[in-house]
């Protein structure tokens, strides 16, 4: 069992920028693919970008050129750097794990990202 948590979310301006980090608690195997979601109020949960222990990158089309992920295996954990927010980017971002080798996925909690004037 895995259990994670994200930290860094809150409010900014338009323009600015937030990291978020993804903690885990448990064994994280090096096949497992840590992902990014965000859900937006009233939308439903998008894939916001995944990565693999290898360093095998996606990042969805709208975030592509403002966001970049990372992964510490060391530490078991992700963050996503997001620069240049928008309005757009508010909602609840959620970190998850996928562990291909077993068919499991694990969630955290959540946290809010707002970007207003």
């Known amino acids: 069992q895995v259990r994670l948590e994200e930290s860094g979310g809150g409010w900014v301006q338009p323009g600015g920028s937030l990291r978020l980090h993804c903690g885990s608690s448990?064994?994280?195997?090096?096949?497992?693919?840590f992902a990014w979601y965000r859900q937006a109020p009233g939308k439903q949960r998008e894939l916001v970008g995944t990565?693999?222990?290898?360093?095998?990158?996606f990042l969805a089309d709208p975030v592509a050129a403002r966001f970049t992920i990372s992964r510490d295996n060391a530490k078991n954990s992700a963050d996503l750097q997001m620069d240049n927010l928008m309005p757009e980017d508010t909602g609840v971002y959620f970190c998850?794990?996928?562990?291909?080798?077993?068919?499991?996925?694990?969630w955290g909690p959540g946290t809010q990202v707002t970007v207003s004037s």
């Open positions: 998850h794990l996928r562990r291909v080798s077993f068919n499991q996925e694990f």
């Open positions: 448990g064994t994280v195997f090096s096949g497992d693919i």
């Open positions: 990565i693999s222990s290898l360093g095998g990158r």
